[in-house]
């Protein structure tokens, strides 16, 4: 495991690690292709994902919970100002943890297993990252990039509705909204099924392994 605040020469690195795959991959007769994953329509999706969580997680929670159970100061945990900043700090912390979780599933697909999982921090975009250095196969990566939308989004919204309590369901619905532009990967994996995958040194999306066919 490596812990790296990401600057010029850890970018070198990766576009390096990247370029050794892509040639090891063309021994195996394969050859690299790029799925982009476009920043606009993620934060469009992202609106819309935030709509259809909340409709879907705080319409549970009343239909389960009655009327009376609603509360504008349990939204955030607490009464507005300090609900906020609770559920600031609660944010915050959820993102190092999303990117854990990524890291934490992938490290079993991995044959070196944590020796191939990097976390950083990307100083320019402000947010932390976790990068998979081995390629993985769809179904192992499919499982490391849905998790933290699992374990942070879906099941703190379903915990919310049965205890009762709102401000699981408000962090769990922000949940899945930071998981958008994963559920946006794993939309593209059902084009590439039989494929090896590996995160791109510096494209947002991944390069996906195809035979290499004779022009
Ligand atoms: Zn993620």
Redesign the pocket.
């Known amino acids: 495991m490596r812990i790296e605040v990401e600057n010029e020469q850890i970018v070198a690195r990766k576009k390096q690690e990247y370029e050794d795959l892509v040639k090891e991959m063309e021994a195996k007769g394969l050859e690299a292709r790029l799925e982009r994953i476009s920043i606009i329509t993620a934060n469009v999706f992202g609106v819309l994902v935030m709509i259809i969580a909340g409709a879907i997680g705080y319409g549970a929670f009343y239909l389960v919970n009655g009327k009376d159970a609603f509360s504008y100061d349990k939204l955030f945990g607490f009464a507005i100002p300090w609900g906020i900043m609770f559920f600031a700090a609660m944010y915050l912390i959820s993102i190092f943890v999303?990117?854990f979780i990524?890291g934490f599933f992938w490290h079993f697909a991995c044959e070196k297993k944590w020796d191939s999982i990097d976390f950083g921090f990307n100083v320019k975009l402000l947010t932390p990252y976790c990068h998979c250095r081995e390629a993985l196969s769809v179904k192992r990566y499919f499982w490391g990039?849905i998790a933290?939308t699992l374990f942070l989004g879906v099941l703190p919204i379903i915990l919310g509705v049965v205890i009762p309590n709102l401000f699981l369901v408000t962090f769990g619905v922000i949940g899945v909204v930071g998981?958008c532009?994963?559920i946006m990967v794993i939309w593209t994996l059902r084009k590439h099924k039989d494929c090896q995958l590996f995160d791109h040194p510096h494209e947002v999306g991944y390069a996906y392994f195809v035979e290499k066919k004779g022009e």
Do not use: I
């Open positions: 999303h990117e990524h990039s933290p998981g532009g994963d």
